[in-house]
């Protein structure tokens, strides 16, 4: 699978300095159930919601987000930390909720200068209409999937991957332009952040 690439008798590979060991059969199990997980989950849940409420599961973050603030209300910055957005993919989000009446924005009374988005009463209603079908989406396909595991151990495995932490607080969060390989022609391709 690696091809030519230099390798020890062990199956080692020399990586910025160090000695990388392969992955045993069921470390390398685990890391593609992993990334069948990643990549199905977030479609099957988001595909129950759209059909429960219309709203993407980013959308109804959002809005779970505003629902527990204090005055239903947040400052956009620390709305996209918590919700895990890049600041473009935010504005995008939230230009469509204010355009179906779902939020609001406006200047900060504090300072004049950050962006304040506001729960609207449509925003809720549509909020408490999505909620049964993300709770029946998200029983079914991970937690009745997950009976007899310890739901402790299992989340703190978790939370070491994926720390609860806002992205830019995260080392390595920030995706970098790809660089084209050896004889390849134009710039980089740059991939995509979650929630753009």
């Not at 209300?73 to 996209?80: D, K, Y």
């Not at 355009?99 to 200068?113: A, P």
């Not at 998200?138 to 151990?153: N, Q």
Request: hydrophobic fraction near 40%; aromatic fraction near 4%.
């Amino acid at each position: 699978m690696l091809g030519a690439m230099e390798k020890a008798a062990d199956g080692s590979v020399p990586y910025r300095g160090k000695t990388v060991r392969p992955l045993t059969d069921k470390e390398q199990a685990a890391w593609r159930a992993l990334m069948r997980l990643l990549i199905v989950l977030p479609r099957v849940i988001e595909a129950d919601m759209i059909r429960a409420g219309q709203l993407t599961i980013s959308e109804y973050t959002v809005l779970m987000h505003l629902s527990e603030a204090e005055d239903r209300s947040m400052r956009m910055n620390a709305l996209a930390e918590l919700a895990r957005l890049t600041g473009s993919g935010m504005s995008r989000i939230v230009t469509r909720l204010e355009g179906e009446g779902l939020v609001e924005r406006r200047r900060s009374c504090e300072d004049g200068r950050g962006q304040v988005v506001a729960l609207t009463d449509a925003g809720f209603a549509q909020l408490e209409a999505t909620f049964p079908g993300h709770l029946a989406s998200v029983r079914h396909h991970v937690f009745d999937a997950l009976t007899g595991v310890d739901l402790g151990s299992f989340t703190d495995a978790l939370s070491r991957i994926a720390p609860d932490e806002p992205l830019a607080h995260l080392p390595n969060a920030e995706i970098p332009s790809r660089q084209p390989a050896a004889g390849e022609s134009g710039g980089g391709r740059r991939p995509r952040s979650p929630g753009n």
